[in-house]
């Protein structure tokens, strides 16, 4: 059996970037389903792209994506900018913008039903939330190959249009694509 891939990127603020560097890794691999991190505050609501893409899973990237906006939440704000997104159509997937987050954060997660993704080198607190990478794949026993970049052009991270595993010859060798709600896992019981 082939390996199942994972793929998610990060920062996705304009349609246009789904065009111009998604769509052609889709034609490519017309079994690719991704996870796209995006900015509320400026992608909007996603009703009418989930149904134009229905290949990729649209999650919430914090909401305004500022360095440590969800440092600054309360639980209650956490879960008012969740429960905004989930309105806005986004998936029950939320990445913190910089990896910064709480434990106001992982709370309002674990009430709102939504995956958190957090860093393969945190551990979250909250008992019995729902995350990426769970304790096994955390201590790097991933069952999945997982696939990472960036789809806004920044110096400090990589870009997709830089990465040759995100060439579309390369993303048409994959057979089989997971999401995150395949592979999340409940942290410590």
């Not at 304790?135 to 997709?160: E, Q, V, W």
Request: charged share 25%; net charge negative; glycine share 6%.
């Amino acid at each position: 059996m082939k390996q199942k891939t994972l793929i998610d990127l990060d920062d996705l603020w304009d349609e246009q970037q789904i065009i111009d560097l998604l769509v052609p890794l889709r034609e490519a691999n017309e079994n690719l389903v991704v996870t796209v991190y995006a900015i509320p505050n400026r992608l909007g609501p996603v009703h009418d792209l989930k149904v134009k893409y229905p290949w990729i899973q649209f999650a919430q990237h914090g909401f305004e994506h500022t360095f440590a906006e969800c440092r600054a939440w309360t639980d209650t704000m956490a879960l008012e900018f969740l429960s905004l997104g989930a309105e806005m159509g986004y998936e029950p997937v939320f990445k913190p913008p910089n990896w910064i987050f709480d434990e106001d954060t992982e709370a309002a997660c674990k009430e709102a039903g939504v995956i958190l993704h957090h860093h393969e080198d945190d551990e979250p607190g909250v008992r019995g939330l729902k995350a990426y990478p769970g304790p096994f794949a955390a201590r790097g026993k991933h069952t999945h190959r997982k696939l990472h970049t960036h789809i806004l052009r920044n110096p400090s991270t990589d870009f997709i249009l830089d990465a040759p595993e995100f060439r579309p010859e390369n993303i048409a060798q994959h057979e089989r694509f997971l999401t995150l709600p395949d592979v999340a896992e409940i942290v410590w019981g």
